[in-house]
């Protein structure tokens, strides 16, 4: 006997991205690059070599993306995904006795919480805005660069919040998943080798179907490291991912990006500018550094299921929030102009505005 899959998902499982429904002609719901795929990645990708196992310690990919980072290689630790890495790590403090209490950002990202609650973690939400919580010894601390839904950022403010975290012998996480996409010029402060980070290159390489991560552990975490690497099953990244990453990590893939940003956020600019004039509200986002932004379409939030149904019937979709705590708002990325129009004319045609 078969169990039917509950629908509609329950949140922590709602993401971006292709779903049971029919397939859509402009996604907006992925934070996916728009100007992806990136040549050099998804050349990469497509000559991996699918015959054979990678090595399973990954010596080599490890080796190029220590150097790439500046870091040693016992640093580099594989993932089948941010997700999986998300779950593994939170599983390995809490078999270690750490992790009781779980941070993350209000609104967030719903596999921290996910993962949280699963291992029997208490999981605490803290405002965007404000000073950094009263954390404990042995908590885990969830920060994102830019942050997701929002697409804002701590700034100079971030050494303060991981110096806090280390005063208060927390564990903290730098999600940095978009942070190849930010528009501002930001680098990493010195004070980011003192926790982890976590870099998913598929979103900035515009191959999100390729799944594969990698953490940078801090620089005084090797046995930490190595603990990680054991809880990972055997071959965690597969020919493709491997291919990725690498690819990735190197100047042809960065000059590429560097491109591409000022197109980005001019097309983050014109949708932002689109939607204000047709009445929508704009997240705490709205001046984010991140080619996606966080919206709520006119009127009660209690039409979302009715905005939803209508923009996909004309082949849009746009990311539901309400997995972020956000009910009724929604989450979009800065298509090109093609895509950015047709969902303008659909919006028009459901608010009753005239088309421009």
Same mark, same amino acid.
């Given at each position: 006997m078969t169990t039917a899959l509950q629908w509609p998902l329950p949140p922590e499982q709602v993401h971006g991205g292709p779903? +049971?429904? +029919?397939p859509v002609r402009w996604d907006f719901s992925t934070n996916a690059n728009p100007l992806g795929p990136l040549a050099p990645v998804a050349h990469a990708v497509q000559a991996a070599d699918r015959t054979r196992y990678p090595d399973p310690a990954y010596a080599a990919l490890c080796e190029q993306v220590a150097r790439w980072h500046g870091v040693a290689p016992w640093q580099v630790v594989p993932a %089948?995904? %941010?997700?999986?890495?998300?779950? =593994? @790590?939170? &599983?390995?403090? =809490?078999? /270690? !006795?750490?992790a009781r209490r779980v941070w993350v950002p209000q609104p967030a990202y719903a596999e921290y919480a996910a993962a949280a609650a699963a291992l029997g973690a208490a999981c605490m939400r803290y405002p965007l805005a404000g000073?950094?919580?009263? *954390? &404990?010894? !042995? $908590?885990?601390?969830?920060?994102?660069?830019p942050h997701n839904p929002c697409g804002t950022t701590l700034g100079p403010a971030l050494p303060d919040w991981i110096a806090h975290a280390r005063a208060c012998q927390a564990h903290t996480v730098l999600d940095l998943a978009y942070a190849p996409l930010r528009d501002d010029g930001f680098v990493l402060p010195a004070a980011a080798s003192q926790c982890w980070q976590l870099w998913s290159p598929n979103k900035a390489s515009g191959l999100t179907g390729v799944r594969g991560a990698y953490a940078v552990a801090p620089c005084d975490a090797e046995l930490a490291a190595q603990s990680l690497r054991r809880h990972a099953p055997a071959w965690v990244l597969g020919a493709e991912g491997v291919a990725m990453i690498g690819a990735f990590c190197s100047a042809p893939a960065e000059q590429l990006l560097g491109e591409q940003r000022r197109q980005l956020h001019a097309g983050w600019g014109a949708l932002r500018s689109a939607l204000l004039q047709r009445g929508w509200r704009m997240g705490p986002g +709205? #001046?984010?550094? /991140?080619? @996606? *932004? *966080? %919206? #709520?379409?006119?009127?009660?939030? /209690?039409? %979302?299921?009715?905005?939803h149904a209508a923009w996909r019937q004309h082949g849009l979709k746009l990311r539901d929030a309400a997995s972020f705590g956000l009910p009724g708002w929604v989450r979009l990325a800065a298509l090109p102009a093609a895509a950015q129009d047709t969902l303008?004319?659909?919006? $028009? /045609?459901l608010h009753g505005l005239p088309t421009p």
């Amino acid at each position: 006997m078969t169990t039917a899959l509950q629908w509609p998902l329950p949140p922590e499982q709602v993401h971006g991205g292709p779903d +049971a429904g +029919a397939p859509v002609r402009w996604d907006f719901s992925t934070n996916a690059n728009p100007l992806g795929p990136l040549a050099p990645v998804a050349h990469a990708v497509q000559a991996a070599d699918r015959t054979r196992y990678p090595d399973p310690a990954y010596a080599a990919l490890c080796e190029q993306v220590a150097r790439w980072h500046g870091v040693a290689p016992w640093q580099v630790v594989p993932a %089948a995904s %941010a997700g999986e890495w998300i779950w =593994r @790590f939170t &599983q390995v403090l =809490r078999l /270690a !006795g750490g992790a009781r209490r779980v941070w993350v950002p209000q609104p967030a990202y719903a596999e921290y919480a996910a993962a949280a609650a699963a291992l029997g973690a208490a999981c605490m939400r803290y405002p965007l805005a404000g000073p950094p919580p009263a *954390l &404990q010894p !042995g $908590d885990l601390l969830w920060l994102c660069e830019p942050h997701n839904p929002c697409g804002t950022t701590l700034g100079p403010a971030l050494p303060d919040w991981i110096a806090h975290a280390r005063a208060c012998q927390a564990h903290t996480v730098l999600d940095l998943a978009y942070a190849p996409l930010r528009d501002d010029g930001f680098v990493l402060p010195a004070a980011a080798s003192q926790c982890w980070q976590l870099w998913s290159p598929n979103k900035a390489s515009g191959l999100t179907g390729v799944r594969g991560a990698y953490a940078v552990a801090p620089c005084d975490a090797e046995l930490a490291a190595q603990s990680l690497r054991r809880h990972a099953p055997a071959w965690v990244l597969g020919a493709e991912g491997v291919a990725m990453i690498g690819a990735f990590c190197s100047a042809p893939a960065e000059q590429l990006l560097g491109e591409q940003r000022r197109q980005l956020h001019a097309g983050w600019g014109a949708l932002r500018s689109a939607l204000l004039q047709r009445g929508w509200r704009m997240g705490p986002g +709205a #001046h984010g550094v /991140a080619p @996606f *932004l *966080l %919206a #709520h379409p006119p009127g009660s939030g /209690a039409l %979302a299921p009715l905005w939803h149904a209508a923009w996909r019937q004309h082949g849009l979709k746009l990311r539901d929030a309400a997995s972020f705590g956000l009910p009724g708002w929604v989450r979009l990325a800065a298509l090109p102009a093609a895509a950015q129009d047709t969902l303008l004319l659909v919006c $028009d /045609a459901l608010h009753g505005l005239p088309t421009p």
